[in-house]
C-alpha cells in the first residue's frame, strides 16, 4: 500500500514570495490533515478536511495561508506572502474516517525555508 | 484546557540500556492514546496505540507502553535501544469525537545514543 505523498520535500524561497504544496493521502483515506511542525515543537494542525470539506480550519492563518482539496483525494497547501516565521516542516496526513481508524499516516513532510 | 506534556526535551542513553520516556496528559476522561516516532528529514510513524483493555501496549521495534490512569501518564519503554532508536518521540492524546478525532501533541522528547 503507498504511503501519503508529498512535495516538494524541500522549498526556499524569499519572503513575500508566494509557496505550494501538494499531498496525495493513501488511497480510500476520507480524512486529510495539514500540519505544520516548527523546529522543536510538536505538529500544530492547520486544516481538516473530511473528504472535500473543511472539517476545522480554526488554526489556519487565513490572512495568508490557503488549502483546498477538490473531490476529495489530493490536497495543496498554499502560503502568500510568505513571512519569515512560516518556516517549518509542512506535514500532511490521512486517516481512513473520523472514528474508524483513528490512526494518521503521516508523509514525509515539505521543509521551508524563508529567507 | 486538554494538554499533553513530555518533560524531557532531551535524553541521552547508552546503545544497549533501557530506555522510558515520560508522557502526561491533562483530560477528564480516558483518552485515545499514541506515541509517534520522527527519524531525521522523516514524517512521523505510529509505534503504538492504547485504546482500551490491557494498560501494557506493545508497538513496533521493540516498544511498549503502560497507561496508569491514576497518574495520567502513558510512559514509552524499551529494554534495550539501538543506535537506530535515535529519533524524536512525540506522545498524542485524542479526546475523540469531541474533537474532531483530533490529536493534541506533546512537545516531543529527542533521544540520543551513546555508543
Known amino acids: 500500500e503507498a504511503g501519503v505523498a508529498q512535495s516538494p520535500r524541500y522549498k526556499i524561497i524569499e519572503k513575500r514570495q508566494s509557496v505550494a504544496f501538494w499531498c496525495n493521502p493513501i488511497?480510500?483515506?476520507?480524512?486529510l490533515y495539514w500540519y505544520q511542525q516548527i523546529l522543536g515543537q510538536g505538529p500544530k494542525l492547520l486544516i481538516q478536511f473530511q473528504n472535500n470539506g473543511v472539517v476545522d480550519d480554526s488554526q489556519l492563518p487565513k490572512d495568508r495561508f490557503s488549502a483546498e482539496r477538490l473531490k476529495g483525494v489530493d490536497s495543496t497547501l498554499k502560503i502568500q506572502p510568505a513571512k519569515l516565521e512560516d518556516s517549518a516542516v509542512y506535514l500532511c496526513a490521512s486517516s481512513l474516517a473520523p472514528g474508524q481508524a483513528y490512526e494518521q499516516y503521516f508523509g514525509p513532510g515539505t521543509r521551508l525555508t524563508v529567507t | 484546557a486538554q494538554s499533553v506534556t513530555q518533560p524531557d526535551i532531551h535524553i541521552t542513553v547508552s546503545e544497549g540500556a533501557s530506555l522510558e520516556l515520560r508522557c502526561n496528559y491533562s483530560y477528564g476522561a480516558t483518552p485515545y492514546l499514541f506515541w509517534y516516532v520522527q527519524s531525521p528529514g522523516q514524517g512521523l510513524q505510529l509505534l503504538l496505540k492504547y485504546f482500551s483493555g490491557d494498560t501494557l501496549v506493545q508497538g513496533i521495534k521493540g516498544f511498549e507502553a503502560e497507561f496508569k490512569r491514576s497518574q495520567s501518564s502513558f510512559n514509552l519503554r524499551k529494554p534495550s535501544v539501538h543506535w537506530s532508536d535515535a529519533a524524536e518521540y512525540f506522545c498524542?492524546?485524542?479526546?475523540?469525537?469531541?474533537?474532531?478525532?483530533?490529536?493534541?501533541w506533546g512537545a516531543g522528547t529527542k533521544l540520543i545514543i551513546k555508543p
Open positions: 488511497s480510500g483515506h476520507a480524512t
Open positions: 498524542a492524546v485524542g479526546p475523540g469525537m469531541d474533537s474532531n478525532y483530533q490529536l493534541i
